[in-house]
């Protein structure tokens, strides 16, 4: 057993990485546990750009510069999908870019600009525009068994459109 304890010992001195010695007591007997796992620290201060008071890298003048705020994968609303779907994640990511694309983002662009640059007033038309009570699929249903009558065409047309 001693020889095995010293050639750990002479191991522990002539390789990479050295073990933590550790004391130890067992009923007032101090014994010195060669095998201890090393012990890891963690100094905050060898993090670059970390100044203790910090919780994220900043730049010299202490402010979160664009890079350091993580990029958020946002919905986008093509005109196809359920409004409610989408709205939800939107109105969290409100104040982000490029949520709409095709049908969407053509209606947007032909709102007056204090309309886009109002959130509340942009969700108001985005919602009668995109927003339906039911989904595509009903509405594709009720079309399918929807049938002219002996009424006039303008009558027709809005039967079609309150389907």
Not at 26 to 33: A, K, L
Not at 86 to 92: A, D, G, K, S
């Amino acid at each position: 057993m001693n020889s095995l304890v010293q050639t750990i010992r002479s191991w522990d001195h002539n390789h990479q990485p050295k073990f933590e010695q550790k004391s130890w007591s067992i009923c007032d007997e101090t014994q010195t546990d060669t095998l201890a796992a090393p012990q890891a620290t963690f100094n905050p201060n060898t993090i670059p750009g970390y100044s203790g008071s910090q919780t994220r890298p900043s730049d010299q003048n202490g402010l979160l510069t664009r890079s350091d705020v993580p990029h958020l994968k946002l919905p986008t609303l093509d005109g196809s999908g359920e409004w409610d779907a989408f709205t939800l994640p939107f109105t969290r990511a409100a104040n982000r870019n490029e949520c709409t694309r095709g049908a969407a983002a053509k209606f947007i662009t032909t709102l007056p600009q204090e309309i886009i640059g109002d959130y509340n007033q942009l969700m108001k038309h985005m919602q009668s525009q995109f927003g339906r009570k039911n989904p595509p699929s009903t509405a594709r249903k009720k079309l399918s068994e929807l049938r002219q009558k002996a009424e006039s065409n303008d009558e027709f047309a809005e039967e079609v459109i309150d389907a």
